[in-house]
């Protein structure tokens, strides 16, 4: 099922008046023209960048401040 057939779904079972809230909401995007452009050489570095750097874990806070030697009150 497409995205737009899961979204016709979810707006059928939703109560009148939050059906008003939905449409503002999508008549405010379809009037915004957001020009889709080709990354530039400095993007895809960045993108290279992040993609090397990033293996796909998380570290929770709890984690991240332990290992380095901080706690909640040095925030």
Same mark, same amino acid.
């Not at 109560?15 to 809230?21: G, L, N, Q, R």
């Given at each position: 099922m497409s995205e737009k057939e899961q979204l016709k779904?979810?707006?059928d079972r939703l109560?009148?008046?939050?059906?008003?809230?939905i449409a503002k909401l999508i008549l405010g995007i379809e009037k915004t023209d957001i020009a889709?452009?080709?990354p530039d !050489?400095?993007?895809l570095k960045m993108? #290279? +960048?992040a993609q090397a750097n990033n293996d796909g874990?998380?570290?929770s806070l709890d984690e991240l401040? !332990?290992?380095d030697g901080l706690t909640y #009150? +040095?925030?």
């Open positions: 779904q979810l707006i109560p009148e008046y939050k059906i008003e809230y889709e452009v080709e !050489e400095w993007d993108i #290279a +960048d874990t998380t570290v401040l !332990e290992r #009150a +040095d925030l």
